[in-house]
């Protein structure tokens, strides 16, 4: 491995000119790519995907937390977008893809610093594009992963800075964004712990960035995420909702917790880890080969030279720790049984040392361009299937949840008596998230596991409209926990049935339909 040292003028500023060209290049490709996914969405549909709907609810108000197990960055920010755009799609676009675009910069700005090129840097942030869980699961669904992703993407960028400069300021920097990253998910503490670990293991790197500067670096991390903490030691119960084991008991929770541990990193960067090595030949022996030196410097193929910073190396170092922590965390506390898509803020910057193998390989330069052809490739391939899944619906899509038609649902419910001033109740966040937009000044309680009331609501002066899916059969019971959770003894219009049909680019209108109930329980 190689790293690229820091050059003085003349050569520096040629290398700036060099950074910024590269820079102009990925800047102007990512907000393309961003403008078409966005663009086509807000076209699409107003429906809410999987994720954003939770979030539509709890930002109704600010808290200091909403979850134990979910850190409040994204709520926040949500919070504040949605004061100007009002509870939207646009308003969950507009952090989803600037959170990508300043991934995308960089991630591009810290490949560079390591790999000293921009083609390669720029081939870096191409590579996101052959990861499932960036090139397709980004676009349906992710909340908090997307600031967690941006802040450990940030993190490496300013952490190359203390190594390069080392002032104040930016140390400063660093705290600024280790607090918001805090704030984000908990495998960015997990990311911070691999980095710092792996500057242990480089006294070159380690000689240069562990100052008492960094006790500045720390106290403002530790101000920016105090909100969040102190919420957290609040109330004995958060603890409980983090550390709680599941129903599966306390052995098999540490025997799933380990095998995603294991298999998290190849999952989440799949296909990407298997196109590499059949793009590049060599690539799997170039790549066992800087394992090997990871973990025997003076014996492994690959020179490493102690007194020398080796950032490929750093950056190997942080995938690997990543896995030994994620193992003690499934042994330790049981933590596993998550979708992948939560490892990708661990391992985003893993694609720069991914990319440095590629370049160190035996045909590494003349195989670029093939490299950057399949991901482009791949890229137009994903955004030609999610349009036809977010315009054609069946037979593309079995849920097409962006053809359900919540605007044809509010609709209803207002000519049955709703209206912006009501409580509206529901114990499905995806039918409450996607019809708070079309009732925005209203009220909204989430029941059952995801239990959400806003302060000051007063169900005894409002109508209370409960609502909920056909399939859910449970007229007299959901009454029954309404009053409950109202406190006070339903008076109840007769239960409706809301038939509502879809709408398609060319089947008659009605060619599908959905059914909603509705109860709506009378102030007193």
Avoid at 59 to 69: D, I, P, S, T
Avoid at 119 to 142: C, D, K, M, N, P
Avoid at 442 to 461: E, I, K, N, T, Y
């Amino acid at each position: 491995m190689t790293a690229l040292s820091h050059p003085t003028s003349p050569a520096r500023a040629a290398q700036d000119r060099e950074r910024l060209r590269g820079l102009v290049v990925v800047l102007a490709a990512v907000l393309a790519y961003v403008l078409l996914h966005s663009g086509f969405r807000m076209i699409a549909s107003g429906v809410l995907g999987e994720d954003d709907t939770l979030e539509q609810i709890l930002v109704q108000e600010l808290r200091f937390g909403y979850e134990a197990r979910q850190p409040p960055l994204y709520d926040w920010v949500l919070y504040a977008v949605q004061q100007v755009t009002g509870p939207r799609l646009v308003s969950f676009l507009a952090i989803k893809y600037a959170a990508l675009t300043g991934t995308a910069v960089l991630l591009y700005l810290a490949a560079f610093r390591i790999l000293g090129d921009r083609l390669w840097a720029a081939l870096t942030v191409e590579s996101l594009a052959l990861i499932y869980q960036i090139s397709w699961r980004y676009h349906e669904g992710f909340t908090h992963e997307v600031l967690a992703m941006v802040s450990v993407a940030a993190t490496l960028w300013a952490f190359l800075r203390l190594y390069d400069h080392g002032r104040w300021r930016d140390y400063l920097l660093f705290g600024v964004i280790a607090g918001l990253g805090f704030n984000t998910e908990p495998n960015y503490a997990v990311y911070q712990m691999c980095l710092w670990g792996a500057v242990a293991m480089q006294p070159a790197i380690r000689a240069r960035t562990v100052r008492r500067r960094l006790l500045l670096s720390a106290a403002v991390a530790l101000a920016l995420a105090s909100p969040y903490l102190s919420w957290l030691l609040s109330d004995p119960a958060h603890w409980d909702e983090i550390f709680a084991p599941s129903r599966r008991g306390f052995a098999l929770d540490r025997v799933i917790g380990v095998k995603d541990a294991v298999r998290g990193p190849l999952m989440y960067l799949l296909p990407l880890v298997a196109i590499l090595p059949a793009v590049f030949p060599g690539y799997l022996r170039t790549a066992w080969d800087d394992v090997r030196a990871l973990f025997a410097p003076g014996n492994g193929a690959v020179a490493y030279e102690p007194a020398r910073p080796d950032f490929e190396r750093l950056v190997l170092a942080t995938m690997v720790l990543g896995v030994a922590f994620s193992i003690a965390g499934g042994l330790l506390f049981g933590i596993g049984g998550y979708a992948m898509h939560v490892l990708m803020p661990l391992y985003i910057t893993s694609v720069i040392w991914l990319i440095a193998v590629a370049r160190r390989s035996p045909r590494g330069g003349e195989r670029q361009m093939v490299f950057a052809r399949v991901a482009l490739a791949i890229a137009v391939l994903a955004l030609v299937v999610r349009l036809a899944n977010m315009f054609v619906y069946d037979p593309v899509c079995s849920k097409c949840r962006w053809g359900i038609p919540y605007a044809g649902l509010a609709q209803a419910l207002r000519q049955h008596g709703a209206t912006d001033d009501a409580v509206f109740v529901a114990v499905d966040d995806e039918l409450a998230g996607n019809l708070r937009p079309h009732f925005p000044r209203a009220s909204f309680v989430l029941l059952g596991s995801r239990h959400f009331v806003p302060h000051g609501v007063d169900p005894a002066r409002r109508d209370v409209i409960v609502v909920w899916d056909e399939t859910a059969k449970a007229t007299r019971p959901l009454a029954d926990t309404v009053a409950a959770a109202l406190g006070r003894a339903p008076q109840l219009d007769a239960g409706l049935t809301l038939q509502v049909p879809w709408r398609h680019l060319w089947r008659d209108t009605g060619y599908r339909s959905s059914e909603w109930r509705m109860l709506k329980v009378h102030a007193r």
